[in-house]
């Protein structure tokens, strides 16, 4: 059975002691508390500084305290400042790159001195100790749990920036000659990514001076409605800038789709594939590729 | 969490540069990338010269809104002048009554992530855009 | 008032808007640069913009009145150095700046210029005695 099903069927006491324990020895709870993480963080968890980690064990321990008088349910209006320092200590240490099970430590470290604490004041009515010991690990198990799982949300944001970041280095832009640019597209291309590639192509159109761009998009297995548009409105933001984009490698499936869509491609010029366009590019900036005679050998070589 | 700053008067063509650089200003607070900053202050631009020439002076409020870490950039504009009688027409382009309101309105709703008019004739103008990332 | 300064090339008037321009000193551009070109019989008008960080409507139109009024003075315009940035939002806005030729930067643009003077005409003469307006 699950851990939570198993709590559950245990009988619901109401921690008497914590929150004026928290009260009574906070400020000694809270120097044993930053000592220990400090002790236990590992090398990412050195990122955060010393004066942000008592700053907010100290805020923490606050909201908790006061949170702890209300009852151990968590997700209550009344534990909302708590979770949302939880949140906040999650985030930043995922940002950070310090891994889920870390950043729970900010939890379970505090858990270690909290059962001292408690071993302190009640060591001498065990079923007191028993009793309390039991409520404070209720609480503290689920605010650990939802830090991991604040944690864990974080650093899939942080690893979906990353992917984000590198696509964008995925498709780079090329020259293929002075004046002429081309941006091989390879995969599938959704609106976001298209966005973000487009306006690489406009800032590398603008930083090498090249009149000509040529977008292949021969490796793009479809094309909807948003990434044409994209594409479009790459054409014209060039025009405007002075250059001019030529759009390749359009597939038959491709062309049959853009007409069925309804999208007007207008005056832009495209052409089957990368070849043509390179070929029309040199053309349009007055330039040829001329067969050189093939010298004589010199004996020997 | 909002911050929201005093309302900007808007009462010359000085005055929409100033708005410019002001929008500039917030839509980087908000961690925007260019080309959605450019966006913004585009449409503010629009939208703060509407209200001069049309509305007869107003004003524009800016607010940094954050809604779970993503931050976007909200602008309300204001002005007590005539108001627009058929909204759905001043909303085309190439709509113009004299001095060239065609594109505004339109242009400064493509621009933003969200557009919203309220205009009665005699009872002046509100327009609130956002712009996200 | 500050005005936009205007530069005699040879048979061109070069522009560089430095400035975030409010509407009256972008009105006293296009008033300014008409009076040169006939002042100066310029063939030919090059505004470099690459300083602004926003074009809106109303600088477009002003930047498509200027061309029109130089081709009816017999002198072309070129807009040089508008960022990405820019003109993807002028795509948005639906501006398309008619009759404005555009060129990546100022190099570029004095070719197309030069290249767009009819090859008959015996560009020297006309400057001889003339004074720089």
Redesign the interface.
Known sequence: MSYYSWVSQMPQNKSMLLPELLAKRESEILKDWIAEQMRSRGPAGAGIKDEDLRRQSAEFLNAFQKASQDGDDIHAESWSRVRDILTDVSREQARQGVNPADIALFIFSLKQIVFRVLQSETGKDSEVFAREIWSATQILDRLGLFTTQVAMKSREEVIARQQAEMLELSTPVVKLWDGILALPLIGTLDSERTQVVMQNLLEEIVRTGASIAVIDITGVPTVDTLVAQHLLKTVAAARLMGAECIISGIRPQIASTIVHLGVDLGDVSTKATLADAFASALRRSNLAVVKIAPQRRAQGE | MADRPDPIQIRN??D??VV??RV?AAAVQAGLR??D???I??AA??LA?NTLIYGGGGTVSLEVLSDQ?KKSVRLIFEDRGPGIADLELAMK?GYTTGA?L???L??AK??SSEFEIESKPGQGTRVVITRRG | MDRIPILKLGDFLLVTVHVDMHDRLAMALQEDLTEKIVATHARGVLIDISALDIVDSFIGRMLGNIASMSGILDAKTVVVGMRPAVAITLVELGLSLPGVRTALNVEKGMDLLRASLPFDEPVEQLESGEEVG
């Open positions: 063509s000085e929409v540069v410019r650089q500039r260019l080309v900053q450019t966006r202050v585009t631009s629009e010269r870490g382009d060239g065609g594109l505004g339109g242009g493509r621009l």
